[in-house]
């Protein structure tokens, strides 16, 4: 569910001491110089990473970029990335452009947002589209874009360039429904989130 990845993010699965040397390997292929890199993500863009300067296209319409490391054992026995972890990645990138947005809703109130004792988000539905295998090592960049905002629910779509490839290899939508936990059932997007949201909502033009 949309919430579970808070706890492996707490408990630093993603990250832990076994895959030190895997981070660091998947990382080889990240190694351009500085200038052939993108933006400073305090400057230019807070809900954006750095990534690699020939993927910019890639990103243009998304509002938030984050990098996620490939690791070994998110191989299958077919010797690439199982299908299953494609939708990880999905729910890490989301998770992180909600805890980009804690600075603009301030600490508690994004706390209250995110807890099971108030009006929060959870997921409806996820799909997702398989464009090319990902092999280990590789470094991922995931773009996350809001593509609509309702009353009582928004859509995320989600998409993955290989740095090794430079191509798109996945994408993804994700419908999240606003629920009031305490009473469980659905409520209406809270005000002060839906500013925050609108402020780094992309448009088409």
């Not at 070994?72 to 452009?97: K, P």
């Not at 419908?175 to 059932?185: E, L």
Request: positive net charge.
């Amino acid at each position: 569910m949309f919430r579970s990845s808070l706890l492996r993010s707490s408990n630093g699965s993603l990250r832990n001491n076994s895959t030190r040397n895997n981070l660091s390997n998947s990382r080889k292929y990240s190694q351009t110089s500085k200038r052939e890199w993108i933006g400073n993500p305090s400057k230019e863009n807070p809900m954006k990473e750095n990534f690699p300067t020939h993927l910019s296209p890639f990103f243009e319409q998304y509002e938030h970029v984050v990098n996620l490391p490939v690791f070994w054992g998110h191989m299958d026995s077919f010797g690439h990335l199982n299908n299953v972890n494609y939708m990880r990645y999905f729910e890490s990138a989301r998770m992180d452009y909600f805890f980009k947005l804690k600075d603009h809703l301030g600490e508690d109130r994004f706390r209250e947002f995110m807890s099971s004792n108030s009006i929060g988000p959870i997921a409806k539905s996820v799909s997702c589209i398989y464009r090319s295998p990902v092999t280990y090592p590789d470094t991922l960049s995931i773009g996350t874009r809001l593509v609509e905002l309702q009353t009582d629910r928004f859509k995320f779509q989600n998409v993955a360039v290989s740095h090794k490839d430079k191509k798109i290899v996945a994408e993804a939508d994700c419908v999240i429904v606003i629920v009031d936990y305490r009473q469980h059932k659905k409520a209406p997007l809270p005000e002060d989130v839906r500013k925050v949201m609108e402020k780094f909502q992309i448009k088409e033009t």
